[in-house]
């Protein structure tokens, strides 16, 4: 990626089972193959989990072997290059700020709407990582208490009921009772009702299915009204919404919008912050990793 954060080449391996060993030769062969044709000064890794603050350990990945790996290292030591390690979450909320929906705001929130929801916060030009490097877990803010059961075992949490899973949840059970106006749902799946996701459901609300929209507004007012709560802690200036469940577009945020207004402390009576959904798609994690690997590389600072 150049300095105007344009992708120049790209290259993609699968990941390799579950040994950190062999993911981080996986890494250096990519490297090693992107800098024939271009030369490479520094490396960013945006990987899902928790880093710690210096960002040099990724202390527990939910998809990857990764406990209390020394990563950064690692890979310095196999890439002879510097390596700048964050969350991915981070990496996409500072490429929106840098080149993006966010782009230049001083207090911006980015929410990630997948199969649950993640988040990242860039303040006066740094990324915020709270006091222990682990901050923006927003999707496990309790919404209902005693509501849905969460993998990571508290009960309500937000990205229970404003995710792509809530989706799908919500658009399976109904098709499971056999509801007359599940009918196009089910036939979409050809009456597999496990295939039922909320990518299915997505697709059918843009086709004009009215189940699918009801459904898709039912989780974008979830979704405003815990933007409302970040807003009455965090106070930002914007909300900058991706993710895949966001290829809906104003089927999803009109109606976060309006609960959010509905919601929001204060409202009639203070500013509010906007909401818009992201720009750059599911390559925003890899263009604020190289981004921030540059930054980081120059010594400037880049985290709180």
Known sequence: MDADGAILREARRATPGSQPREVERVIAELVDELSGDHRIASVGIGAAGWMDLEGGTVLFSPHLAWRNEPLRNNLERLLRRRVLLTNDADAAAWAEWRFGAGRAEPRLVCITLGTGIGGAMVLGGRLERGRYGVAGEFGHQIIMPGGHRCECGNRGCWEQYASGNALGREA??????????????????????????????????????????????????????????????????????????????????????????????????????????????????????ADLSRVNARGNGWVR
Not at 199 to 204: G, H
């Open 172 to 289: 399976r059970e109904l098709a499971r009772a056999n509801s007359p106006v599940a009918q196009e749902i089910i036939k979409a799946v050809d009456g597999d009702l496990d295939a039922i996701t909320g990518a299915v459901v997505t697709d059918l609300a843009r086709r004009g299915d009215p189940t699918s929209r009801e459904l898709l507004e039912d989780v974008g007012e979830w979704l405003g009204l815990g933007l409302a709560n970040l807003a009455a802690a965090l106070d930002p200036g914007t909300f900058v919404v991706g993710g895949g469940l966001c290829d809906a577009g104003d089927l999803l945020l009109d109606p976060a919008r309006r609960a959010f207004a509905r919601n929001l402390t204060g409202r009639g009576f203070r500013p509010a912050a906007s909401i818009h959904r992201a720009q750059l798609g599911p390559q925003a994690g890899l263009i604020g990793a």
